[in-house]
């Protein structure tokens, strides 16, 4: 039974900064593909970004990157968000994901992850 845990999501003022947690387990896969979505309400999840576990590059919504910084910690098989430079237009609920079979080229597609977190919010005023 597959199970992500995120954490770090809060309420900031604008230019400030978050960092998400997520913590994977139950995977029986050595590497696995890992991301980070977000929803606003009345607008459709996007991706913002992710990573193939395991020293893959990580890859990023236009509209992050710059500010948004993707990291793992193989040892606790947690990746992480860094978000800097925060604006009002990035509040919404974000949500991590994984697939151990995500096409790169999709990799922004929520349609690719099988396995979801329960949210956490992030709030820029």
């Known amino acids: 039974h597959v199970q992500l845990v995120e954490s770090g999501g809060g309420s900031v003022q604008a230019g400030g900064s978050l960092r998400l947690s997520c913590a994977a387990s139950g995977y029986s896969y050595f590497r696995f593909w890992m991301g980070w979505f977000r929803q606003a309400p009345g607008l459709e999840r996007e991706g913002v970004a992710a990573?193939?576990?395991?020293?893959?590059?990580?890859y990023y919504a236009d509209s992050v990157k710059g500010r948004f910084s993707m990291s793992e910690d193989n040892a606790k098989n947690t990746v992480y968000l860094q978000m800097d430079s925060l604006k009002p237009e990035d509040t919404a609920m974000y949500y991590c994901a994984a697939d151990p079979d995500v096409s790169r080229g999709f990799w922004f597609r929520p349609d690719q992850y099988a396995d979801w977190g329960q949210g956490t919010q992030v709030t820029v005023s």
């Open positions: 990573i193939y576990t395991g020293g893959g590059d990580a």
